[in-house]
């Protein structure tokens, strides 16, 4: 696999996880390994887990984008720390009512389906089933643009849990085109329409940056 690199400074290295590819090892190809391979001292890290080195963070498998690597311990241990904002592109074919709007609503693992998550909406609480303990989480929404019928949603998080944005989406009736867990809607995309575009951080020697990768699929709203 070809590896996109988009920055390395101060301990840190972004890369792009193309769509269809996994995270980490497992049944799919993955950017991990790639990486390790690629990067051998990324992976004498000591990160989250052994087969990952310095893998701060993951995406799902049909989310593209990017994912950031801590180059050194010292690294890890700070930017798995740090304030990372990440900022994401998604596709709806819903126009919202609104021009930006807050989703703060915990996330869940479903009761039976351990593919899918739950957005525990309050005044829903009582009817849901739902695994283990609740996860809070708050996803920032921003309305773009709209082109052919296509709408391009701004998404916004900081920590964020598993399909956090994809179940905020579908929570308030804007459900990612082409996700095949949480819409219901048929359409012929490939994979879901999400992309990690763009991170924010400051880095180990202070400094803030912005890494910003825009693919071709999305240059049309610009």
Not at 40 to 60: M, T, Y
Request: charge should be positive; include cysteine.
């Amino acid at each position: 696999m070809e590896i996109l690199e988009i920055f390395k400074k101060d301990g840190i290295l972004a890369v792009i996880k193309p769509q269809g590819f996994a995270s980490v090892p497992g049944k799919l190809p993955d950017i991990c390994s790639a990486v390790l391979k690629k990067y051998p001292h990324i992976a004498q890290v000591n990160g989250f887990n052994k087969s990952e080195g310095g893998l701060l963070n993951r995406l799902d498998n049909e989310t593209g984008g990017i994912l950031l690597f801590a180059e050194t311990d010292e690294a890890f241990e700070y930017y798995k720390k740090a304030i990372i904002n990440k900022y994401y592109y998604a596709i709806t074919n819903r126009k919202p009512e609104w021009i930006e709007k807050d989703v703060d609503f915990p996330i869940a693992h479903h009761y039976s389906d351990k593919a899918r998550m739950v957005t525990i909406i309050p005044d829903k609480e009582k009817s849901l089933k739902y695994r283990g303990k609740p996860q809070n989480a708050q996803t920032h929404l921003r309305f773009i643009k709209e082109i052919d019928f296509q709408i391009l949603i701004e998404a916004q998080i900081t920590k964020g849990c598993r399909h956090q944005i994809r179940c905020h989406m579908a929570s308030v009736n804007l459900p990612i085109l082409g996700d095949k867990l949480y819409s219901k809607t048929k359409n012929a995309t490939t994979y879901h329409q999400l992309y990690c575009y763009k991170v924010a951080f400051k880095t180990l020697s202070g400094e803030n940056v912005e890494i910003e990768h825009i693919p071709e699929e999305l240059k049309k709203f610009f």
